[in-house]
């Protein structure tokens, strides 16, 4: 289970790991993850914490919704209400890349743009697990068709690095311009030869 694998091993060494974790969601500490997407189309993640009857509380990205559920929690796709059996992969807490959109450091955030855990944990009553899992499956299953649960990789640190490359790319893009703009507003000095031809 997940307190054994936190009790054994460093976070670092336990992501990608497979995990079961039982327990109650607590949908009223629910956030939702912006700017993800889902065959193109823009959305969220939702992240509801699960606390574990081990004593554990571990977040659970449950999977993708449409931009028009953005309000949590989301009436439309409510976890479980009982007992829930999550099987899971552990994730490590993310950080935003020094270049892109970054979380208010203060406030009690709905939305945000990334699973930082230290983030989230100062606006839980919950003690957080050092992790955060992507759910594989759940016993018992979601009642709709909401969330999509998350295809596995899509969460890779190379999305990350994307957004970071997008991100350092719009600011590349954005200096040689406004260099290329400097030295054309420059004034040329021509030489005698350049004003001979002008002439």
Known sequence: GLGEI???TLPEEAEYRPVVAAGSYDIDGEILIRSRTYNGEAGFHVVTPLVTEGGVT???????VPLEFNQPPVGSALPPADRTQVTGTIRGSQVAPSLGPRD???GDLERMYWVDIPRIQQQSPHTLAPVYLELVSQVPGQAGSWPVPVPAGELS???HLAYAIQWFAFTLIGLVGYTAL?????????GVGESAGDL
Do not use: H, I, Q
């Not at 571990?58 to 999977?63: A, D, E, Y």
């Not at 054309?184 to 000095?189: A, E, F, H, M, T």
């Open 6 to 8: 936190l009790a054994d």
């Open 182 to 190: 400097l030295r054309r507003s420059k004034p040329r000095r021509g």
């Open 58 to 64: 571990v977040l659970v990205n449950r999977g993708w």
């Open 104 to 106: 208010p450091s203060d």
């Open 157 to 159: 640190e190379g999305s």
